[in-house]
Nanobody, 124 residues
Framework: QVQLVESGGGLVQAGGSLRLSCAAS????????MGWFRQAPGKQRDFVAG????????HYADSVKGRFTISRDNAKNTVYLQMNSLKLEDTAVYYC?????????????????WGQGTQVTVSS
């Protein structure tokens, strides 16, 4: 079992920045691939970014490339999502997810564990 707790969401103006954190417990974090997903009202849950436990390889959705950065601190059992140049369309509930899969995967079905989500609202 893995428990995930997200934090860092909030209200920010367009063009601003936020950093989300996800604290993990219950499994060897250093051998867990982590991902961030988001879900806007009335829409499906979409992949945002992921980081592999094997070599810290990262993968991003095209919509956030160059603006968002995923990173991990194995000593703190925490994964981060630094979000810069935020746009109105980034507004969503952001979820942290975990999987023992070696490589980065971008489909929600591949992830076994999920956090409760944190709201990010970007205003004009």
């Amino acid at each position: 079992q893995v428990q995930l707790v997200e934090s860092g969401g909030g209200l920010v103006q367009a063009g601003g920045s936020l950093r989300l954190s996800c604290a993990a417990s219950g499994r060897t974090f250093s051998r867990t691939t982590m991902g961030w997903f988001r879900q806007a009202p009335g829409k499906q849950r979409d992949f945002v970014a992921g980081i592999s436990w094997v070599n810290d390889r990262t993968h991003y959705a095209d919509s956030v490339k160059g603006r968002f950065t995923i990173s991990r601190d194995n000593a703190k059992n925490t994964v981060y999502l630094q979000m810069n140049s935020l746009k109105l369309e980034d507004t969503a509930v952001y979820y942290c997810a975990a999987t023992p899969t070696r490589g980065v995967v971008s489909t929600s079905e591949e992830y076994s564990y999920w956090g409760q989500g944190t709201q990010v609202t970007v205003s004009s």
